[in-house]
T-cell receptor, first 115, second 112 residues
Framework: EAGVTQFPSHSVIEKGQTVTLRCDPISGHDNLYWYRRVMGKEIKFLLHFVKESKQDESGMPNNRFLAERTGGTYSTLKVQPAELEDSGVYFC?????????????FGPGTRLTVL | KNQVEQSPQSLIILEGKNCTLQCNYTVSPFSNLRWYKQDTGRGPVSLTIMTFSENTKSNGRYTATLDADTKQSSLHITASQLSDSASYICVVSIRGNNRLAFGKGNQVVVIP
């Protein structure tokens, strides 16, 4: 079974530019999560999809971030326009269930650097 | 202030030796506690998950303990191997919304 994949693995952009990150969850996993780790800090929750619907987007930092999951398969996270403080590693995770004991499987992350 | 604190931040151990990583949390209400291993350039991988009523859980050479009264957990690595070099992240699931609260991780380096 293929794991969670993310693309690209690295992205370097200039402040003000737009970047789109992609996440392909494990096949059959309805739940998809985005997280971010800023250097020196802990991983923090951004949002949670159940199929194509946003279940919880309370962790999104501001309206420069837009996440979509059209069709309930892969998801994209767009940052527009990017700011310096957006630099970090963006992780995607998926799970079959959304209960308290569900295991989330993480992708390798996309390292975003905003110059 | 982070709700999940881990110590030590980093440590270096000799191959074959044991080590213990600590996690203190203030997350409430508590659902369960997980330990993840994150290799460089990879995403976190689950090692153990413990509920309120579980005191210990093992996964090979990894043994996690939980004291829900004092809100402390530990991860013990036995007979360390070079492949154990990684960041070990303590994660607490919040009851109700099932959100995960992450610690910053313990960076472990095993040297021959």
């Amino acid at each position: 079974e293929a794991g969670v994949t993310q693309f690209p693995s690295h992205s370097v952009i200039e402040k003000g530019q737009t970047v789109t990150l992609r996440c392909d969850p494990i096949s059959g996993h309805d739940n998809l999560y985005w997280y971010r780790r800023v250097m020196g800090k802990e991983i923090k929750f951004l949002l949670h999809f159940v199929k194509e619907s946003k279940q919880d987007e309370s962790g999104m930092p501001n309206n420069r971030f837009l996440a979509e999951r059209t069709g309930g398969t892969y998801s994209t996270l767009k940052v527009q326009p990017a700011e310096l403080e957006d630099s970090g590693v963006y992780f995607c995770a998926s799970s079959r269930l959304a209960g308290a004991y569900n295991e989330q499987f993480f992708g390798p992350g996309t390292r975003l650097t905003v110059l | 202030k982070n709700q999940v604190e881990q110590s030590p931040q980093s440590l270096i151990i000799l191959e074959g030796k044991n080590c213990t990583l600590q996690c203190n949390y203030t997350v409430s209400p508590f659902s369960n506690l997980r330990w993840y291993k994150q290799d460089t350039g990879r995403g976190p991988v689950s090692l153990t998950i413990m509920t309120f009523s579980e005191n210990t859980k093992s996964n090979g050479r990894y043994t996690a303990t939980l004291d829900a009264d004092t809100k402390q957990s530990s991860l013990h690595i036995t007979a360390s191997q070079l492949s154990d070099s990684a960041s070990y992240i303590c994660v607490v699931s919040i009851r109700g919304n099932n959100r995960l609260a992450f610690g910053k991780g313990n960076q472990v380096v095993v040297i021959p």
